[in-house]
């Protein structure tokens, strides 16, 4: 597996770690309400586990047809991002921060 999708899993699996253990911090940074247990479990699961499954696999099975998929995953957060910032004028530092990281772990994590 070449090293740039290397460096790409392994800041999903770090990040996605962090949000899994403390998701009330995640929900902060990502400016997220989490309503009840209910609402912490939502956090683990949506911004930890799924995305640290993935990556996980894709680093297990050193399959870069998961990688792939979670590159293209990604790639579509910044571009949805993106039209979200056009479309409710939402362009703080913040979101653009956003579009930034999520499309730099797509490029990590799709150019071959």
């Known amino acids: ?22 998701p009330l911090a995640n929900a902060k940074f990502v400016h997220i309400q989490a309503i009840g247990k209910t609402g912490i479990s939502e956090i683990r699961a ?10 996980l696999t894709a680093l297990i099975l050193q399959q ?13 957060a910044a571009l949805i991002r993106a ?4 479309l409710e004028h939402a362009r703080a530092p913040y979101n653009l921060a956003g579009i930034g990281f999520e499309g730099l772990i797509a490029v ?3 150019v071959r």
Request: net charge neutral; charged share 5%.
């Open 1 to 22: 597996m070449p090293i740039n999708v290397w460096i790409g899993l392994l800041i999903v699996v770090l990040l996605r770690v962090v949000s899994s253990l403390f």
């Open 46 to 55: 949506t911004y930890g586990g799924i995305f640290l499954g993935m990556a």
């Open 64 to 76: 870069l047809e998961v990688a792939f998929a979670l590159g293209i995953g990604f790639a579509s």
């Open 83 to 86: 039209l979200s910032a056009l």
């Open 108 to 110: 990590l994590l799709l």
